[in-house]
Each structure stands twice: as structure tokens, then as C-alpha cells.
């Protein structure tokens, strides 16, 4: 027979009705899950975190207090509360995005408990000996970890903490070093020795080659001799000095069409849209073989009664280099009576030439049969050959390419005055006219107030007492405003700002008599300031 439990009274409906054995952790389940969603909608978690141990002692220590309301909780859960139920939401609703809330009664507050920290991340190390592991790193594995370091290179050389040698320092040094006479006669034993392989360079050349020589030392003096004793008497040559700064292919061209008298009414093909296109097809078609030229075209393509030889004194310069440069000369060396004599001195400059443009042989038209576009194939069909001389840089070094803002360890050329003529040309070709004519004014005042005494005619650098010949700078306004270079101040601090800038133009705040004031000149030497007016005769004063 069933015992009879204890009776319940009767459930009540309505909001005051609610009895005091409603589950509670029902609804604190369901403001929990609530409270989860808000979480989860601004961007953080409010759920708990619970220490298992904690959780225990904080359920024992419950029990001995005697409460029975979790018990009876337990007993209604599978109870709802009703529709009309209304719940507080819990204190951390608060900080979310649904504004304010009135906090629980302490009563169904849960209790604080403590959470879990995290632990820190540690990174890969390998295991010891002996360690158990189903995964174990491998020294390959390491070896990636090692490479993905950042490596601690410094970009310091002990050639930039050494100033450049002015060309009076390197020409007594030079003539020093010759004095010595052991380097002088390995020069010349050298140069004798390349003289006895002239004859087998002439027959590569005729067999359709082309020469790239390489070596340590200036070959110059080498293949000038070559040019001179042999390839003279063969035909026409033409010398390109690559080392000269600024030689770009378009100098080569007009070079070639200059000495040569090449006829500029040469039909040129569809194909040839540029200026520099049309130039070096003139060349190329003013050397074709005379039998590939059938005979009622000759009258309107004229031949060259010799061959060429185009000498290039390093090839590698940078106005060369370019893939438009390379393409306009593999287009001259495919001539069959065009033969290309090159010597580079950058390690890797034979980079710079694919296998195709390497091994391509010239062109071969059959007799009659030049159309008046030339062949798709190009290339060099270069042969290396190593001319090592010892011989000194000399020319090479003096036409060196310096920019006049160029860093002197770690120090730019504005502070120290390291500048150089080719700096200066440099700085003349992208000025505007109005700067030209500024520049030219303080030039030609300057070489007008140089002394007497040739140790006041080298380049002075910036110092913070001025020399001698250096210009006032309200003069130098006032003329420039006179002869309507420069009539308002602003134009005319623009103007010096970019020459300053630059290092061309330098100032000091006293002169060599101790008068204060804004002295403006500019670091060259005599002979350097009167080359400099001459490339300037077109500009205006």
C-alpha cells in the first residue's frame, strides 16, 4: 500500500502568487542563458567560469547550512513558471549594450566563485632525452623556427667612413705608385702580351662574334690599342665611353650617325615608332651585305663601302643597362657587317644578358632577298674573354658618377662640401631655367671675386666662416631681382633651397674678415666652375 507523501498546497496564478518553493534555479537558468545571449550579441562571454573544487565546497558548505531550497528547487523541475512571470535581470546585464538593470535580491544572487587562469603560451621546444611524445620536433623543424628569425645584418662598410680622394690626392698617388716601376712593367708585360691575340680576336670577329671582355684593371688602353694598330684599317670605328657619366644609348646613336654620315632619308619600317627605333634601323641598314640588296633597290638604300666596329667601354654602365638599351644594340650586333667589341667591370653583368641574346648568331639574308625589315631574331653571340690588366681607373674614376648629395659616412656632401663637377651637371639638367640663370649669376660673380693667388682657386667646402670670394646674399637678391630672375624673396629662397639642398650651393653666417651676415658661394674649384659656365653659354644672364 503506497504511503501518502506529504501534501503540496495548490499551485497560485498571478504575479503576488508565486510560492516560496518555485524553482529558482530555473529561472536563474533561464536570466543565465539570457545574460549568455547579450554576452554573445556585445562581444564577451559572461558565463562563469567554475572551479570543480570550488564548486564542491561550496555545495557542502550549503548543505550544512540547512537550506532546503535547493532540495525543493529539485523536487519542481520539471515545473515552468508561468507566462505572466515577470524576471529581474541579473547585475552584469548592466555592462552590455541594454542599459540599465535593477540588481537581485542577495537572496538569489550566485555565489562569486573563482576562475581558472589561463595559461601562457609557451614556444616550441625540443623534448628532452628520454621524453615520451607521439609527436617529437625534428632538427628540420627547428631549422624552419630558425629561419623565420630576423637576422641582424648591419649595413655599415668600411668604405663609407673614407672620404674620396680629390683628383689632385689621386694623381700623386698614382704617379707615386708608378714610381715604384714593378707595377708599371706588369702593365706593359700585360698589354704586350693581349697584342700577340689580336689576330685571333679579328677572326672571331669576322666570324660573327662579338667580344665582352672582363678582367681586373682598365682595359681601355687594351682594346684602344686594338682599335688603333688593327681594326682601323679595316674599317670604321666608333668609341663609346660607357664610363662617362650620362652616356645613354641615344648618345651612342648620334655618335655613330654623326662620324659615319649616315642618311637620314632611309625608309624606315611600320615597326619603328620612336626616334631612337628609326635611328637604329638607319644603322643597321646602312651596313647590310650589298648582295642581300637586290638590284633595283640599291638606289634607295645606301651601303657603307666598310664594316664597323663598335667599341664600348664598359657596357655595364647604367645608362646601358636598361632592356631598351639592350635591344636597340643586340639590334646593331645581328648586322652582319656591324661587329661589337664590349669590357664590363660589375661581377654580375652577364645577368644582364639571357641565353638567347647570348648565343644568337647575326642575320644571313640570301642574296636579293632584304625586304626592308630586318630579321625577329637578335642577340650578342658573345665570346668572354679575360683581359686582366692591373692598370689603373684613372679616366673611369675621373668622370665617376657622384651625386652632389651623395653621404661621406654617414654625413651628406651639404655639410662637408662633397661635391662633385658631375654632381653639379646633374643638378643643372632637371632645374628649371629661372634656377639656371640664378645659379649662373652666382657663378659668374664668384669667378670674378676669386684672387689672384692659385691657393684661393680649389673648392672650398662649407665651413662656417666663408671665404674670400663668397657672394652676400641680399647682393645676390638684389641682382636677381634687377635682371628679373627672381623679383619676390619667397621665389628667390626657392630658388637657393633647392640648390642648398643639394649641396651645390652652400652658406656661412660669418666671412673671413669677421663681418656677420648670409654668405652664399659654391663648393667648386676654378677650373670646375669654368667648365660648369660652358655647358651653361646658352643661358641667359
Given at each position: ?10 499551485r ?22 539570457a545574460s ?37 528547487d ?23 549594450l ?9 537572496r ?28 617529437r ?36 698617388y ?19 702580351e ?40 679595316r ?87 636598361s ?19 664590349a ?78 663637377e ?120
Amino acid at each position: 500500500m503506497p504511503v501518502a507523501g506529504p501534501s503540496r498546497p495548490p499551485r497560485r496564478t498571478g504575479k503576488d502568487s508565486m510560492p516560496r518553493d518555485v524553482d529558482e534555479d530555473m529561472v536563474q537558468g533561464e536570466e543565465t542563458s539570457a545574460s549568455h545571449l547579450v554576452s554573445f550579441l556585445t562581444g564577451y562571454d559572461s558565463r562563469h567560469q567554475v572551479d570543480p573544487e570550488h564548486d564542491a565546497q561550496t555545495s557542502d558548505e550549503d548543505r550544512n547550512d540547512g537550506s532546503e531550497d535547493e532540495f525543493e528547487d529539485d523536487l519542481d523541475d520539471d515545473d515552468e513558471p508561468d507566462d505572466s512571470t515577470t524576471t529581474t535581470p541579473t547585475k552584469r546585464a548592466k555592462t552590455g549594450l541594454v542599459g540599465t538593470a535593477t540588481p537581485r535580491s542577495a537572496r538569489s544572487t550566485p555565489s562569486r566563485r573563482k576562475a581558472t587562469p589561463r595559461k601562457a603560451m609557451t614556444p616550441l621546444q625540443l623534448p628532452k632525452e628520454g621524453d615520451p611524445g607521439f609527436i617529437r620536433p625534428s632538427k628540420a623543424d627547428m631549422y624552419f623556427f630558425d629561419m623565420l628569425r630576423s637576422s641582424r645584418t648591419s649595413g655599415n662598410s668600411y668604405s663609407a667612413l673614407v672620404r674620396p680622394l680629390s683628383q689632385a690626392l689621386y694623381e700623386r698617388y698614382a704617379t707615386k705608385a708608378r714610381s715604384l716601376g714593378k707595377s708599371k712593367e706588369i702593365v706593359e708585360d700585360l698589354r704586350q702580351e693581349y697584342k700577340t691575340r689580336y689576330e685571333q680576336w679579328e677572326e672571331e670577329l669576322d666570324q660573327g662574334f662579338s667580344l665582352l671582355c672582363y678582367g681586373f684593371g682598365s682595359k681601355r688602353r687594351v682594346l684602344n690599342d686594338l682599335v688603333k694598330e688593327r681594326l682601323s684599317k679595316r674599317g670604321h670605328c666608333v668609341v663609346i665611353n660607357g664610363h662617362f657619366p650620362g652616356t645613354a644609348i641615344r648618345d651612342v646613336l648620334a655618335q655613330i650617325e654623326d662620324n659615319l654620315g649616315i642618311p637620314q632619308d632611309t625608309p624606315a619600317p611600320a615597326a619603328a615608332i620612336t626616334p631612337l627605333e628609326r635611328s637604329a634601323f638607319r644603322t643597321y641598314a646602312y651596313f647590310l651585305p650589298d648582295t642581300a640588296i637586290s638590284a633595283n633597290r640599291k638606289r634607295s638604300w645606301p651601303i657603307s663601302p666598310a664594316p664597323m666596329y663598335l667599341i664600348i667601354h664598359n657596357i655595364d654602365a647604367p645608362g646601358l643597362r636598361s632592356p631598351r638599351s639592350l635591344g636597340i644594340l643586340s639590334l646593331l650586333a645581328s648586322s652582319p657587317r656591324i661587329h661589337l667589341i664590349a669590357s664590363f667591370d660589375h661581377l654580375h653583368t652577364p645577368l644582364l644578358f639571357s641565353s638567347t641574346l647570348t648565343d644568337t648568331p647575326p642575320h644571313d639574308y640570301p642574296p636579293g632577298s632584304w625586304e626592308g625589315t630586318p630579321l625577329a631574331s637578335r642577340g650578342f653571340n658573345w665570346i668572354y674573354h679575360n683581359v686582366t690588366t692591373y692598370d689603373d681607373y684613372d679616366l673611369e674614376l675621373t668622370y665617376q658618377r657622384l651625386s652632389a648629395s651623395s653621404s661621406i659616412g654617414g654625413i651628406t656632401s651639404s655639410s662637408v662640401g662633397g661635391i662633385s663637377e658631375e654632381g653639379a651637371l646633374q643638378i643643372l639638367r632637371s632645374v628649371p631655367p629661372m634656377a639656371l640663370r640664378l645659379l649662373k649669376l652666382l657663378l659668374t660673380r664668384q669667378l670674378s671675386a676669386l684672387p689672384p693667388q692659385p691657393s684661393a682657386h680649389t673648392a672650398y667646402p662649407a665651413s662656417v666662416v666663408a671665404p674670400v670670394f663668397a657672394i652676400d646674399n641680399d647682393i645676390l637678391q638684389r641682382l636677381s631681382r634687377e635682371k628679373f630672375i627672381a623679383r619676390e624673396e619667397e621665389r628667390y629662397n626657392a630658388l637657393m633651397g633647392e640648390f642648398k639642398d643639394h649641396g651645390l650651393v652652400v652658406e656661412a653666417a660669418a666671412d673671413s674678415e669677421g663681418r656677420t651676415g648670409r654668405w652664399v658661394w659654391v663648393p667648386l674649384g676654378k677650373a670646375a666652375i669654368e667648365r660648369v659656365l660652358e655647358t651653361m653659354s646658352e643661358v641667359e644672364v
